[in-house]
């Protein structure tokens, strides 16, 4: 029913910056929360920022990475600065969302994309 495609990944040096991008697409009657989440290999997924009415922050990407939404576009970013060698990863975004099923609607998790791979390396 719902689409989720992010985009933006790539190998950048330490210091470095990207953005991704990730838009929903499908019977959306109303986003109420878009997130990032993270998963380098051997670990658990993890959430990175998520974003309702304020953006909320692990600490560890906490004054680098900014989190932002287009409700226009059923779009979130992620502005990721001063990149670190632990920042690497695939990068999922996910939603809270109410879809439409016929004349009712019902509120639902987004089911993953494919993730977008981000290396940070010299």
């Known amino acids: 029913q719902v689409q989720l495609v992010e985009s933006g990944g790539g190998l950048v040096q330490p210091g470095g910056s990207l953005r991704l991008s990730c838009t929903a697409s499908?019977?959306?009657?109303?986003?109420?929360?878009m997130a990032w989440f993270r998963q380098a290999p051997g670990t658990q997924r993890e959430l990175v920022a998520t974003m309702a009415d304020d953006a909320i922050y692990i600490n560890s990407v906490k004054g680098r990475f900014t989190i932002s939404r287009d409700n226009a576009k059923n779009t979130v970013y992620l502005q990721m600065n001063s990149l670190k060698p632990e920042d690497t990863a695939v990068y999922y975004c996910n939603a809270r969302l109410r879809v439409r099923e016929g004349t009712a609607s019902r509120l639902v998790n987004a089911a993953w994309g494919q993730g977008t791979q981000v290396t940070v390396s010299s």
């Open positions: 499908g019977n959306i009657v109303t986003i109420y929360s």
